[in-house]
């Protein structure tokens, strides 16, 4: 958290004197899609941390069936997320008052940030992994290497004039990175294979899953 306040705080008067007040506004305000992504994840990564936990105690397989059915569950989100994040790209610009001549450009913008939502779910099991492995040093140091990495990059690519794509592309960079190193670290400290896609689908942990995190959307919801 801290690392990406001193990012933030870095970044923005660095990417106000290479944009417009207007085109840095616009990708700040289609970042604010990502808030809107930790409501949609209705709990299901909590419960999965729990699940996973549990079931690291009782063996290896039921260990590795519940990291399937969470993924099963990550795939049916990534999916609902493709369908209506590209179903409502073209009406959004509108619904959010953004000027006529800015609006192909957020389109283009929300659809890359849908795309980068859907990555970021499907690889969401590999931060799981190492959580369930009490190994958040290994995330963090993946979040950190990540977030280093796209700030590099985006100055870089201001300083060379590629204007609003080097924050996104510095944003989609810093995800890729962060994804790679967990997937890397879940390998090779957590014994995590992809052999795991032969494991059976467990339908009852699909159930306790889908109803534990349901429920944690719902008490996240009372509290906001």
């Given at each position: 958290?801290?690392?990406?306040?001193?990012?933030?705080?870095?970044?923005?008067?660095?990417?106000?004197?290479?944009?417009?007040?207007?085109?840095?506004?616009?990708?700040?305000?289609?970042?604010?899609?990502?808030?809107?992504?930790?409501?949609?994840?209705?709990?299901?990564?909590?419960?999965?941390?729990?699940?996973?936990?549990?079931?690291?105690?009782?063996?290896?397989?039921?260990?590795?069936?519940?990291?399937?059915?969470?993924?099963?569950?990550?795939?049916?989100?990534?999916?609902?997320?493709?369908?209506?994040?590209?179903?409502?790209?073209?009406?959004?610009?509108?619904?959010?008052?953004?000027?006529?001549?800015?609006?192909?450009?957020?389109?283009?913008?929300?659809?890359?940030?849908?795309?980068?939502?859907?990555?970021?779910?499907?690889?969401?099991?590999?931060?799981?992994?190492?959580?369930?492995?009490?190994?958040?040093?290994l995330d963090n140091r993946a979040g950190f290497f990540g977030i280093l990495g796209s700030f590099i990059f985006t100055?870089?690519?201001?300083?060379?004039?590629?204007?609003?794509?080097?924050?996104?592309?510095?944003?989609?960079?810093?995800?890729?990175?962060?994804?790679?190193?967990?997937?890397?670290?879940?390998?090779?400290?957590?014994?995590?294979?992809?052999?795991?896609?032969?494991?059976?689908?467990?339908?009852?942990?699909?159930?306790?899953?889908?109803?534990?995190?349901?429920?944690?959307?719902?008490?996240?919801?009372?509290?906001?």
């Amino acid at each position: 958290m801290i690392v990406q306040m001193a990012n933030a705080f870095i970044l923005i008067p660095i990417a106000l004197s290479f944009l417009s007040v207007e085109l840095f506004g616009l990708w700040m305000l289609i970042l604010q899609m990502n808030v809107v992504y930790q409501l949609i994840d209705l709990g299901f990564s909590e419960a999965f941390s729990r699940v996973l936990i549990d079931s690291k105690e009782k063996g290896a397989e039921l260990y590795w069936q519940t990291v399937k059915t969470a993924w099963v569950v990550f795939g049916c989100q990534a999916l609902a997320i493709l369908v209506v994040g590209l179903g409502i790209a073209s009406y959004l610009p509108g619904w959010l008052n953004i000027p006529d001549h800015l609006q192909g450009l957020a389109i283009l913008l929300i659809q890359i940030i849908v795309a980068n939502m859907v990555w970021t779910t499907l690889t969401r099991v590999f931060n799981q992994v190492l959580v369930s492995n009490q190994r958040m040093d290994l995330d963090n140091r993946a979040g950190f290497f990540g977030i280093l990495g796209s700030f590099i990059f985006t100055c870089s690519a201001l300083y060379l004039g590629l204007g609003i794509w080097s924050m996104v592309l510095g944003h989609i960079l810093g995800n890729l990175i962060i994804s790679a190193l967990r997937y890397v670290f879940a390998r090779k400290f957590c014994s995590f294979r992809f052999k795991i896609v032969k494991s059976p689908f467990n339908n009852a942990l699909f159930k306790e899953i889908f109803k534990y995190g349901f429920d944690r959307f719902l008490a996240t919801l009372g509290d906001r």
